[in-house]
């Protein structure tokens, strides 16, 4: 009954998974279709700053799907959600509205600070991931080699 239940519910989750999956890609071709038809509008608005924005925030949201997507499609590869493609979503998006705020000065020195801060801590559990993968790897290369033939 345990078994079941447990097939069950990793179906459901692959399900549920392939779904949101689907509607990231969706995001980004309808994202990068709307890029290229917001180029036209840097031809015709008189002033450089205006449409430079939305396109600057259009490819910056772009790379927060690219980087959930990445999340979930190694998902289907490894049975898992891995922390640092997760935290790199994380950090893309910190950076994110940073940018956007910064090229927009409406970013305050408080909250600068605390991006700051955040993007830190995200950074630093990005480095231990690998650091730890890292060790991970290498204690699974010795147990292997312990083994009797």
């Not at 990068?32 to 608005?45: C, H, M, Q, R």
């Not at 891995?82 to 408080?110: T, Y």
């Not at 991931?129 to 790897?137: A, D, G, V």
């Amino acid at each position: 009954m345990q078994v079941k239940i447990q097939q069950l519910f990793n179906r459901l989750t692959s399900f549920v998974f392939a779904v949101i999956l689907g509607f990231l890609i969706l995001g980004i071709l309808i994202g990068t279709a709307k890029l290229f038809l917001n180029l036209g509008g840097l031809l015709t608005v008189p002033e450089i700053t205006g449409t430079y924005k939305l396109i600057i925030t259009d490819v910056l949201s772009l790379f927060i799907l690219v980087e959930l997507s990445r999340s979930l499609a190694d998902y289907f590869e490894h049975q898992r959600l891995q922390l640092s493609f997760i935290l790199d979503a994380g950090i893309v998006f910190a950076l994110r509205e940073i940018m956007i705020k910064l090229f927009n000065h409406e970013i305050m020195p408080a909250e600068i600070y605390a991006m700051s801060v955040l993007i830190l801590v995200l950074g630093i559990l990005r480095t231990a991931t690998i650091l730890l993968f890292q060790h991970e790897k290498k204690l699974l290369k010795q147990l292997g080699e312990k083994k009797p033939a």
